[in-house]
């Protein structure tokens, strides 16, 4: 039996002992897991230990880089305002031109071509 089966057998096992006594704290205390994981798992289990093997914590979307267009237009911005009045900067590109990233991303990519 692997790890993640005898694993996801103990969660069933916990939420059984949930299901008898009905009561979350005290099987929280028991099987030493906070409550937040206990409604967790419930939530997730529909009779089979596979419903409660651990999920992937891999993010859903990527976001993917700044496109060319936005690339030139903080190279340009910063420019203008002489590489050393980023917010200044930044708030223009998002008033006049839209700029939809935050101003960490901006700094981040002001950065690159310094």
Not at 67 to 81: A, D, G, M, Q, V
Request: net charge positive; aromatic share 14%.
């Amino acid at each position: 039996m692997g790890r993640i089966t005898q694993e996801a057998r103990w969660r069933q096992h916990v939420l059984e002992y949930f299901e008898e006594h009905g009561n979350a704290t005290r099987t929280a205390i028991r099987y030493h897991i906070s409550r937040k994981t206990l409604y967790k798992w419930k939530k997730r289990w529909d009779g089979t230990p596979e419903s409660l093997c651990d999920r992937s914590r891999r993010p859903h979307k990527v976001r993917e880089g700044h496109s060319e267009h936005w690339i030139k237009l903080i190279r340009r911005l910063c420019k203008k305002h002489r590489w050393t009045d980023i917010i200044a900067a930044y708030q223009e590109a998002v008033q006049r031109y839209a700029y939809p990233y935050t101003y960490q991303t901006f700094k981040k990519r002001e950065r690159e071509f310094v």
